[in-house]
C-alpha cells in the first residue's frame, strides 16, 4: 500500500500576523461605495438644471429682441436685498415684457451669497436664473428656474410679489424653495429661502 501523506501546517509569517485584517462585511467590494441611485438622481438635476439655463437664457434673448428701445420702455431692473438668513444677500438684473391683452412676463438674473446655513459647503456665491409670469393686472408672480455654482446645482421656484414705491422703485417680497445637489457630499439639499429687496426700474 502507499503511503499515507499527512498535511502539512500552515505557517504564518511574522509580517503576516501583524497585517490588519479587513471585516467580512467589506471583502470583495471597496471601504467606500456611491449609491448608484443617488448618482443618477444628480445626473438627472444636473441635465434638467443645464437645459433650464439654455431655454431661459434664449427665452431672455428673444425677449428683449422683441422690443425697440428696451431703455425708453422702462423694462430693465436691478435690485439688491437680504435673504433673512445670517450673512445672505442677493443682487440682481431683471427684464420685464407685457404682452397686451395677456399677462406680463420677466427673467431675472440672481447672484445669491450663501450664509451660515451652508454647514456641509464652503459658503459662496450661487447663480439664479428664473423666469416669471405675473398675475394679470397685479404685482403677484410665480418664477420657475435654475440654480448653480460653488458646488450645487438645481432648481428653484417660488412666488412673490412688487410693491410699487412710485414710478421707478418697488420692493419684492418672494419666497423661494431650491432643490439641488451638493458636489461635496453628493447628497440633496432643500431649503426655504424667504427675501426682500429694493429694486430700481429704469
Not at 412666488?159 to 418697488?170: A, E, I, K, Q, Y
Request: glycine letters at 14%.
Amino acid at each position: 500500500m502507499g503511503r499515507l501523506i499527512e498535511p502539512v501546517p500552515k505557517v504564518t509569517l511574522p509580517f503576516e500576523a501583524s497585517r490588519p485584517r479587513m471585516p467580512a462585511a467589506l471583502r470583495g467590494c471597496g471601504h467606500q461605495q456611491n449609491d448608484p441611485a443617488q448618482e443618477a438622481l444628480g445626473l438627472i438635476m444636473q441635465t434638467i438644471a443645464s437645459k433650464a439655463c439654455r431655454w431661459l437664457s434664449v427665452a431672455g434673448i428673444l425677449l428683449a429682441a422683441s422690443l425697440g428701445s428696451v431703455a425708453q420702455a422702462r423694462n430693465l431692473n436691478v435690485g439688491a436685498g437680504y435673504n433673512f438668513i445670517p450673512g445672505s444677500a442677493y443682487v440682481s438684473l431683471g427684464y420685464r415684457h407685457t404682452v397686451p391683452g395677456l399677462t406680463t412676463f420677466g427673467l431675472d438674473a440672481f447672484l445669491i451669497t450663501t450664509g451660515k446655513e451652508e454647514r456641509a459647503v464652503r459658503p459662496g456665491p450661487e447663480f439664479s436664473l428664473d423666469g416669471l409670469v405675473y398675475l394679470p393686472g397685479y404685482p403677484l408672480f410665480a418664477k420657475f428656474g435654475a440654480v448653480a455654482g460653488w458646488g450645487k446645482y438645481g432648481l428653484d421656484g417660488g412666488f412673490g410679489v412688487d410693491l410699487p414705491l412710485g414710478s421707478s422703485w418697488f420692493v419684492r417680497l418672494q419666497d423661494t424653495y431650491f432643490t439641488a445637489t451638493e458636489d461635496r457630499t453628493g447628497g440633496m439639499e432643500s431649503e426655504n429661502l424667504i427675501s426682500a429687496g429694493l429694486h430700481y426700474r429704469f
